[in-house]
């Protein structure tokens, strides 16, 4: 099945720098890349996703890049804002099956 | 438009226990997800319907677990018996393929 790796962990910025997270997936047949944002003890919610056709996609503040050869994509968030702090999740999707990575905790310190 | 609806949202058992969780999907949604998330982790998906077909049910440990989606729209998820490790966030989603649109989870507590 697909395996989806996700780095960093933890990420610590400062209000105002960029953060980047990375994911890499295993299954070529993967199709579809969204990131979800959950914040602390509510749902994940989408903010941005990516089909295979396309190599990058930007919403405002927000850009996904994937890289189709070598089967990564990254989230891409600038002007880092306190509330962008919460939990950033990446999946990929074959035939409508998600796997999801382990999330990464982005904190913004003002 | 009404989100997904899923209940209880807190349910706290004793291990051996059985439970059970419910979701109201969004009206038209074919699709519908059950997911595990434990504290510090990705959502791990148990099981995905569409209409009332199962998808994939390969991540769902069949001898205790168990899920229907009963004329393609509520579904429930069964806990029977429940062991400590089951304690967990369960998430149901709907989508109308593609993006999937998550409800606010059932918090289980197995002590």
């Known amino acids: 099945g697909e395996n989806v790796e996700q780095h960093p962990s933890t990420l610590s910025v400062q209000e105002g720098d960029s953060a980047v997270i990375k994911c890499t997936y295993s299954d070529s047949a993967s199709n579809y890349f969204p990131w979800y944002k959950q914040e602390l003890g509510k749902r994940p919610q989408l903010i941005i996703d990516i089909r295979s056709n396309v190599g990058e996609k930007k919403d405002q503040r927000i850009a996904v890049t994937l890289n189709k050869t070598a089967k990564h994509f990254s989230l891409h968030i600038t002007e880092t804002q306190p509330e962008d702090s919460a939990v950033y999740f990446c999946a990929a999707k074959r035939s409508y099956i998600p796997t999801f990575g382990r999330g990464t905790s982005l904190i913004v310190h003002p | 438009e009404a989100g997904v609806a899923q209940s209880p949202r807190y349910k706290i058992i004793e291990k051996r226990q059985s439970v059970a969780f419910w979701c109201n999907p969004i009206s038209g949604h074919a699709t519908l997800y059950w997911y595990q998330q434990i504290l510090g982790q990705g959502p791990k998906l148990l099981i995905q319907f569409q209409n009332n077909g199962v998808v994939d049910d390969s991540q769902l440990p069949k001898d205790r677990f168990s899920a229907e989606r009963l004329k393609g729209v509520d579904s429930t998820l069964k806990i029977q018996p429940a062991k400590l490790e089951d304690s967990a966030v369960y998430l149901c989603?709907?989508?109308?393929?593609?993006?999937?649109?998550f409800g606010p989870g059932t918090r289980l507590t197995v002590t």
């Open positions: 989603a709907s989508s109308p393929g593609g993006e999937q649109y």
